[in-house]
């Protein structure tokens, strides 16, 4: 099956450092998404993303399909950016695959 | 719109116990899931739905877990009886297709 790495596992940053985290995927997937599990643990969407770039105020992200990979930046990061943040795939057969998260820590 | 639905939002139960868990999806998604999160772990996929019909249950414990989806709208996941190993919080997602996937806010389950 599809295998989803995320990179790196674990993030500490100062506050108003930006970041870049990124996910690669062995296959071609029908869709991806980037999620940020808070410390409440809810998992909130954050950029539903097959292809291309979009942003969202201090967030973006590209993935580039032909290539298997996507990235999230994060600008000006806010300690309530804390969390652990999943990049998750849709293959072929509609199964969603979930990364291994990378945990970003913002310290104030 | 609303989003995904569910309850309760925490439970604690004592091991060989029995529990259920509730989902309610955006309205129109056709597509339900039901996700285990151990701590520390990603969601991993237990049972999902198309409408009522069952199109992958592979990873439910089937032994103890049972999940329904009556008139393809509202979901009930239930455990039947608890173990310590299933403390866990307990997903519910639901997607329309090329729309992506909501997530609710998880039930944690404490088996002590």
């Known amino acids: 099956g599809i295998q989803v790495e995320q990179s790196p596992p674990d993030l500490i940053l100062q506050e108003g450092a930006n970041s870049t985290l990124r996910c690669n995927f062995s296959?071609?997937?029908?869709?991806l998404q980037w999620f940020h599990q808070n410390p409440w643990g809810q998992l909130i969407n954050l950029f539903y993303?097959?292809?291309g770039t979009k942003q969202n105020g201090r967030l973006s992200a590209t993935t580039v399909a032909t290539e298997r990979y996507s990235l999230l930046y994060i600008s000006s990061s806010q300690t309530t950016d804390s969390g652990v943040y999943f990049c998750?795939?849709?293959?072929?057969?509609?199964?969603?695959?979930f990364g291994k998260g990378t945990r970003l820590h913002i310290l104030p | 719109e609303a989003g995904v639905a569910q309850s309760p939002r925490y439970k604690i139960i004592e091991k060989r116990q029995s529990v259920a868990f509730w989902c309610n999806p955006i309205?129109?998604?056709?597509?339900l899931y039901w996700y285990q999160q151990i701590l520390g772990q990603g969601p991993k996929l237990l049972i999902q739905?198309?409408?009522?019909?069952?199109?992958?249950d592979s990873q439910l414990p089937k032994d103890r877990f049972s999940a329904e989806r009556l008139k393809g709208v509202d979901s009930t996941l239930k455990i039947q009886p608890a173990k310590l190993e299933d403390s866990a919080v307990y997903l519910c997602?639901?997607?329309?297709?090329?729309?992506?996937?909501?997530f609710g806010s998880g039930t944690r389950l404490t088996v002590v």
């Open positions: 997602a639901s997607s329309q297709r090329r729309s992506g996937y909501t």
């Open positions: 296959d071609s997937v029908n869709n």
């Open positions: 993303i097959p292809s």
């Open positions: 998750a795939v849709v293959n072929r057969d509609d199964k969603i695959i």
């Open positions: 309205s129109g998604h056709a597509t």
């Open positions: 739905f198309q409408n009522n019909g069952v199109v992958d």
